[in-house]
């Protein structure tokens, strides 16, 4: 026969078991969920300085729009972004003597089966004043 203590000991055992089955699926949701903030995070800054860049060309030469979607994209290709996923919106304003320039990034979220498989659409813009 087996002794109390042995019992006690399998127990034990077999309760951390269920409970680590429990909880490990909701703690990979968690630092799945993390993961993704952090890249999109880490995406916005990159749109952020691509968009900035984009204006800056915009700002000297307003009629480029070539030269301006063109700063855009390889800004955010050295950023590490995918230029397939970017759309740019370029708008000049001669009156206040303005040029906007919109980013839209379509993210793809790696945790995508849990919401439904859509990509988050990431937006920034920046303006800068005609020299």
């Known amino acids: 026969m087996q002794s109390h203590q042995t019992l006690a000991h399998r127990r034990q055992a077999g309760q951390n078991l269920v409970e680590l089955g429990l909880l490990l ?3 990979i949701l968690m ?3 993390l993961f993704d903030m952090g890249r999109a ?3 916005y800054i ?3 300085n691509a968009a900035r860049e984009a204006a800056r060309v915009g700002a000297v030469t307003p009629s480029d729009t070539a030269g301006i979607t063109t700063a855009a994209l390889s800004e955010m290709q050295r ?3 995918s230029t397939s996923l970017t759309q740019v919106q370029i708008s000049t304003d001669y009156g206040t003597r303005e040029v906007r320039v919109t980013l839209t990034y ?3 979220l790696l945790g995508a089966m849990i919401f ?3 990509p988050v659409l990431l937006q920034r813009g ?3 004043v005609i020299l």
Do not use: D
Request: proline fraction near 8%.
């Open 25 to 27: 699926p909701m703690l």
């Open 46 to 48: 990159v749109m952020t």
């Open 31 to 33: 630092l799945g969920i």
């Open 126 to 128: 920046v303006s800068m």
């Open 106 to 108: 379509s993210f793809p």
């Open 116 to 118: 439904s498989g859509q």
């Open 79 to 81: 950023g590490g972004l």
């Open 41 to 43: 995070f880490n995406a």
